[in-house]
């Protein structure tokens, strides 16, 4: 059973998905497992490039040492912070895990439920903004939706102190 895990942690690189990440790596990441980044860029209007040819289904599965290239990631208009590539580098190595990442284009509640179903995912790991109860309810919570009709556990890691 080792090495066929898929561990998605959902990541747009703000404070909350990067502890969200964090704590993926602490407590649920085995050495042999792939551990699935899953980004979701808004959706919009593209002339070229990566993003257009994969605005319907997401990218194909990136590799760690392609998306620690900015040269390669400016196509999907995404930017890693150095500070996530290292801790992802750093993972890589110790754990002997395969670092990917999946890029998305719209809706992050229904594109995260799209990833566990497509990838497919063994776990998913969310980040939790800590909306108050009216913006959550005007706004909606992506991890509430996600817990809610996602097919494979997911772990909600609350931002908040």
């Known amino acids: 059973m080792e090495g066929e895990r898929r561990v998605g942690v959902a990541i747009d690189f703000s404070a909350c998905s990067k502890k969200a990440l964090k704590w993926a790596v602490e407590n649920l990441v085995r050495n042999g497992d792939h551990l699935v980044l899953v980004n979701i860029q808004p959706e919009g209007y593209y002339e070229g490039g990566e993003m257009q040819l994969w605005e319907t289904t997401g990218s194909p599965l990136i590799p760690l040492s392609e998306f620690s290239d900015a040269v390669i990631m400016k196509k999907y208009g995404v930017k890693p912070d150095p500070e996530t590539l290292d801790l992802l580098n ?15 284009w719209g809706d992050p509640r229904e594109k995260l439920c799209e990833a566990i179903d497509n990838v497919p995912l063994s776990c998913l790991v969310v980040g939790n903004r800590g909306l108050g109860k009216i913006k959550r309810a005007i706004m909606g919570s ?6 809610s009709n996602g097919s494979c556990p997911v772990t909600v890691v609350k931002h908040g102190e």
Request: charge should be positive.
């Open 90 to 104: 750093c993972l890589a190595r110790q754990k002997e895990i395969v670092v990917v990442m999946k890029i998305y």
């Open 142 to 147: 992506v991890s509430n939706y996600v817990v």
